[in-house]
Structure formats: C-alpha cells, structure tokens
C-alpha cells in the first residue's frame, strides 16, 4: 500500500444548490468558464493538482504546504475580486479547509485520515474563510506573511482524536460593495462551479468524497494473483493478468472497496484468506488458479469470506487459448458480472448479513440492502415492501441521499410497470425526492450513480427534459463501465432522446457481458433498432424475448410494411389492455409528457396508426 505525505486543500461552495435553482443554464454555462479562468490554474501555478470533483466542492493535493496555503488566499482573492460587481444574491462564497497529513495512493486517488481531516476543516471555515491543522499552522508560521486566529480544539466527525484548528487571517481582500441596481453579468457568480460541477458540465468521470455514514460498511475486497498450476514458470503472467482484469473491473463498481493490485500482489505464494483479510483490511478475498494444457485453459476462481474463511461462491470455466489478451478479458468478465454489480453475489451476501441484524443496530446501509433484496424480486407487492423499510430507514437518516434515491426508484417501479393508480402523483414524488438527493453534499460514488441513474428517469418522465436526461444517463454509465443491468437500462432513456447509436451500443455490451440476460434486455434493444431504422432487427431482438412487447412489435411490422402482423400484435395487444390508445401511448408512462423525443414519437404513432391501435 502506497503512502506518501502531501498538503491536502478542500473546497466546498456555499448555498451552491441555491445558485442552481436560481439560474440553472446561465449557472451551467458560467462554470466551465469558471474552472478555465480561476480554480485550475491557480492549482496548477502553486504545484498542485486536482484529484477529486464533487458536485459542489474539490480535492487537490500539493507537494509543498506552503503552496497550498497561498493557493487558498488566493483562490479568495480572486472570488471576492469578482463577487465585487454582482449582486449579494448571486455571490459565490467558497470554504477552504487545508491538512498536512499521510495519505494512501491509489492510481489518481488519495484516501485516508489525511484526505477527511481537510474536508472537516473546510465544514469548519467561514464563507470566503480558510480553516487549517495545526500542523499546517506550524509548518508555514514563519514563511508566510498570513497570521493564524486560534480556534481552539475542535471535535469533529468520525476522527477520534480533537484537531487542533486555526483560522488563516489575510490582508488585502477588499470587503465586496452592496450592489445598488442592475447588476453586471459576472462569471463570477459561479466562478467555482466549473471545477465543482464538472459532471453537470457533462463529460468527465469523476469521484466523490465518501460519506462516512451511507456506507460505513461498503464491501472491500482483494483480488490474489491466480495461481500457475502448469507447472511452467513462464505461465504465471497469465494468472496475474487475470487478476489485474479482475481488479480493474471490480474497481469500477461504486459500492466495492477494491484494494490495489501493488498491495495484493505480493501474496504470490499460497496464504490464508483471514491473514489476507487482516492485512489489508478486507471483507472478501478472490483467490483461484490457471492451468494450461495444449490449446486449453482451465480457470477456477473463488470468492472467500475473509473473516471465516468460507466459500461464498466458485466456478470453472474452460476456455481456448489461441488469444491470451481475449482469455483473460472473458475470464475477468465473467468472474467480475457474477461477483458485482446489484445482483452480484457480494451483494447477496450483505444482503443476508443485513437480515441477520436486530432492528435496534441497523445502520443507514443495512436499510438499503434489506429494501434491496425484496425491490430486485419485480413485484408490486414486494417494491411496496421495500419502499416501506427505506422510508423507515429516511425516519431513522433524514439526510440520507442514498435511501431518498431509492424511494424514488421504487415509484419510477410503479409507474414503469404500470402499479400505480396515479401515475403523476407518484413522478411528482419522485422528482422531489431525486432532487433532495442531488442537493445532498459530499455524496459517496454510489449515491452519486443512484442520483444520475434516477434522475435520467425524471428529467424526461417530470420536466420532458431529454436532453438533461441524456447528459444524466452518460454520467450515470460512466461510473459504471462494466455494470451490465444498470447500462442497459440507462440505454433505454438515450434511445428515446434520440441517441440511438449509443443506446445500441450500450445494449449490445450488456448482453454481451451479462450472463443471466433480462428478457427486457432486448426489449430496450429492439426499441434502440427501431429508432435507429433497423425495424428487422428489432423484431428478431423481440422474438428472443419470452413475451415480447406487442406494441413494438406492431411499430416493427408496420414499418416494415408487414401489416397483417402488426394488426395481430395489436389485437393481443388489446386483449391484455382494453382501451388502449394513441393517445395513452404518447404520454406513458406518466400521462403527462412524451414517451419519446420529436420527431422519433412522430414517427412511432404513425406506424402504430398503421397497426390499427384508435387514435383516442
């Protein structure tokens, strides 16, 4: 495990939520403008670099104390300078906390007490104010010119130990005038935004600081090298590529603590998993082994409770040999789809640990997984259940972004599976429960999938907002690279928007991937043909369904001219939903806004016109 000892400066913007709500494209469009001309090249003028984004605030680490320091100021500077001309309603205000302290290195990422100590400093800072250790007090006391205001011990959370605070005191800042009249147009008001929203900007993957409540006891794993069972010394690159597929898979799921391949290589000869998990702090250990014969290979692997040693799962897979690198992406995939995701067996496992637990000792996260386990059984009955344990869970953790998305997924359930009896309402419910959670800071990367995912949904579902549901959808996917169920999903909201080529593209990767494929799998599929103008192909993706979707298929047929069977899947169609109309089918699944984009719904209704679906 890698350490080193940086400067670590926090930066979280004050009342950002409102500044949104505000003015949400003028604020968009000031952001990006905000990261090019003040935040990324101060960091980069005082040595330092960015390493996390969150949606309203930032991480960045510096080799030299002192350049964080003056970094601060003069991030302050720049903000005040620039708030000077815009009204007092508009104002960015920026906290800035900052510690000197050890940090683990992992890729990009730094994590550990380090990291969290300068995010509780910054919560401790005033607007436009910056809070340090006392360590950093210390180092730059008499190398700088800013005096340091004593803030006595402060008992902050989840850190044992009181740290000692002070308040940095710098000269200089004129005090921003009260703005009588019009105000200018400033990018100032958002200066901060561009670095602090970088995936509202739409783009970039990016990471967020962990709440050390939502997910106090997230799953951690290690991933040993497999082991060379040839006999053949010059094999063993083979089980350690395996692994290290493995491990960057797994490292992409938001809800697993996947150790380094640095730290767990180093187990190259045969270990106990308990020793294993002891060392490095995990919960499961993934172990196996490659044996090499002619033009086969034989691959076992096997997840293992670190605490008792005990199988959870283990498999066997045959492969050809002919191309190493496919061997080992298939062999990594497989092992990666059955072991993560939300149907993966690690999550079977905490759900049953969850289970166990008296109700008095539930935490935040064992609420999650019990409403989990029922809502993933797809009935109305069950979905209620579960929404019923999440909303006992909100009663016990008001401020938990994660079970406020869950909520809201569970009535995006009803409505899409058409349970409800008010189909508005709920969307209504839902939307403000997703926008809660959005508003919530400092989100730990599965809250942040959950609060993309569900709010792809409700941008179309509540505001018909397509493109703001495309831009959710992208940022939900790329958190998830190798998720087949959360992919396929999403990919239905970006055909509907329009984006066939990667709603396809998306689908066809999931099926792929995904061992236990979903019979709506090719139902997304064949809506994403349609759209894109392969009508064949979206009937043969249907045909591979056990009850394929009769209004596509009568969409399909029409299309291609075959109105014999579109006229059929119609009457069955009819004969499950007496009533059904054109006009229904337009507003599903709320009643209210588009199912699909213009002018893909155009297209649609006509050729369900065609089919003989009635008009009202």
């Not at 993957?205 to 962990?210: A, D, F, G, M």
């Not at 995990?282 to 086969?296: D, H, M, P, T, W």
Request: glycine fraction near 8%; hydrophobic fraction near 40%; charge should be negative.
């Amino acid at each position: 495990m890698d350490r080193k000892l940086v400067a670590i400066l926090a930066a979280d913007v004050v009342g950002y939520s409102t500044l949104m709500e505000q003015d949400e494209q003028g604020t968009f469009e000031r952001l990006r403008a905000g990261q090019k001309e003040l935040f990324e090249p101060e960091i980069a003028r005082h040595h330092g670099r960015i390493f996390k984004l969150m949606g309203d605030g930032l991480l960045a680490e510096f080799g030299s104390v002192v350049d964080a320091v003056e970094c601060a100021v003069s991030l302050q500077r720049g903000l005040a300078e620039r708030n000077a001309n815009v009204a007092e309603d508009q104002r960015v205000h920026v906290r800035i906390g900052i510690n000197l302290g050890e940090v683990i290195v992992e890729g990009d990422d730094c994590y550990g007490d380090g990291v969290n100590i300068a995010a509780r400093l910054e919560q401790l800072a005033d607007p436009g104010g910056i809070c340090v250790s006392g360590k950093v007090a210390r180092e730059v006391e008499n190398k700088l010119s800013f005096g340091f205001e004593p803030m006595g011990e402060q008992k902050v959370k989840n850190i044992a130990e009181p740290i000692q605070a002070f308040r940095v005191k710098f000269d200089g800042i004129p005090l921003p005038p009260r703005s009588t009249g019009k105000p200018e147009k400033h990018w100032a008001t958002v200066a901060i935004g561009g670095v602090l929203a970088l995936l509202i900007a739409g783009g970039g993957s990016w990471y967020v600081l962990r709440s050390p409540v939502a997910l106090s006891r997230e799953p951690s794993i290690a991933v040993l090298p497999f082991a060379n069972m040839s006999g053949d010394p010059s094999q063993d690159y083979l089980g350690s590529g395996i692994a290290e597929d493995i491990i960057t898979m797994l490292s992409s799921f938001p809800e697993l603590r996947v150790v380094s391949r640095s730290s767990s290589s180093v187990y190259d000869k045969p270990v106990k998993v308990q020793q294993v998990g002891e060392d490095l702090k995990v919960s499961y250990v993934i172990e196996g082994s490659v044996r090499k014969a002619g033009g086969k290979v034989r691959v076992t692997a096997q997840l293992v409770d670190a605490s008792t040693g005990e199988h959870v799962w283990a498999k066997r897979y045959d492969e050809e040999s002919g191309d190493v690198a496919v061997l080992q992406d298939n062999v990594a995939n497989r092992v990666n789809d059955t072991i993560a995701g939300l149907r993966g067996e690690i999550r079977k496992k905490e759900e049953a640990d969850a289970w166990s637990k008296a109700a008095p000792s539930l935490e935040e996260y064992d609420y999650y997984l019990r409403g989990h386990q029922l809502y993933f059984r797809f009935t109305k009955e069950d979905n209620a259940e579960a929404r019923a344990i999440w909303q006992e869970g909100l009663a016990q953790f008001p401020d938990s972004a994660l079970l406020r998305t869950k909520i809201a997924f569970s009535y995006i359930h009803d409505i899409g599976w058409g349970s409800t009896d008010d189909p508005w309402r709920d969307t209504e419910l839902a939307w403000r429960l997703g926008t809660e959670a959005q508003a919530i800071p400092h989100k730990s990367r599965l809250e942040t999938l959950f609060c993309h995912w569900v709010m792809t949904a409700l941008y179309q579902w509540h505001e018909g907002d397509f493109a703001r549901s495309v831009v959710e959808a992208e940022a939900a996917a790329s958190l998830v690279p190798y998720d087949a169920w959360a992919r396929a999903d999403l990919a239905y909201y970006l055909a509907a928007a329009g984006k066939t080529d990667r709603g396809i593209e998306l689908l066809e990767d999931s099926i792929r991937r995904d061992a236990k494929n979903m019979d709506w799998y090719f139902g997304n599929l064949a809506i994403a043909y349609y759209f894109a103008d392969r009508p064949a192909d979206s009937v043969v993706a249907l045909q591979k369904m056990k009850a394929p979707w009769d209004i596509n298929l009568a969409a399909a047929y029409a299309r291609l001219g075959k109105l014999d069977e579109a006229r059929a899947s119609i009457a069955k169609l009819l004969k499950a939903k007496p009533g059904w109309t054109i006009q229904k089918e337009a507003v599903f699944p709320t009643t209210k806004h588009p199912q699909y984009v213009e002018p893909l719904l155009t297209t649609y209704l006509s050729d369900l016109a065609k089919a003989g679906l009635p008009e009202k």
